[in-house]
């Protein structure tokens, strides 16, 4: 079936090759509106099974991982205690300003942040690095990785280029909890 998935195509990989060459880089950013300093998308070259291919990769900070959890933790939690509970989904007025919830999306929204930061402060959401790897995707391999970085940089996936290509990449196994940051 590797024959239909245009990741592990010459063609393809000349491309990837050759704008990678122009860039100076071991990988190349994939433009998203997700992409920020704690989540990259990105593709690189490297060898799965012994051939060539292009892996799609996302990489992100622990910390973002960890907050992740704790949301759709919480989220969990307030399904079990409202019953019509559904995402609350934020709408936007004529001139682009939020409007204002209704007052059972509001009790489900103090309810959800309650439950966040007694997760929080009980340290019961723990995270480690890690990477999954997926053959399964339509283009390429998928790499989902979370790293404890401050901030996914350049560098970080340079680093993480390098090392996965040569088969040095090492995760930690400590496990982690975070501190939700404070909107300022």
């Given at each position: 079936?590797?024959?239909l998935n245009q990741g592990y195509d010459i063609e393809e990989l000349r491309k990837l090759r050759e704008a990678l060459d122009l860039s100076g880089k071991n990988f190349m950013t994939i433009e998203s509106d997700d992409n920020s300093d704690e989540f990259q998308?990105?593709?690189f070259i490297g060898k799965y099974q012994g051939?060539?291919?292009i892996y799609d990769a996302a990489?992100?900070?622990l910390r973002m991982l960890h907050n992740s959890e704790i949301f759709e933790l919480a989220q969990h939690k307030a399904a079990q205690k409202f019953p019509e509970f559904k995402v609350i989904d934020y709408e936007e007025d004529e001139n682009g300003d939020i409007e204002p919830l209704g007052d059972q999306e509001e009790e489900i929204g103090l309810f959800i942040t309650e439950v966040m930061e007694e997760l929080e402060d009980?340290?019961?959401v723990k995270v480690k690095e890690h990477l999954e790897?997926?053959?399964k995707?339509?283009?390429?391999?998928g790499l989902d990785v979370s790293l404890n970085?401050?901030?996914v940089t350049e560098e970080v996936i340079e680093k993480f280029v390098t090392d996965y290509n040569n088969d040095e990449l090492k995760l930690d196994p400590t496990l982690y909890s975070f501190q939700l940051e404070e909107e300022e």
């Open positions: 079936m590797d024959h998308n990105f593709q051939r060539d291919v990489i992100y900070t009980e340290e019961a790897l997926d053959d995707v339509d283009f390429g391999v970085v401050e901030k």
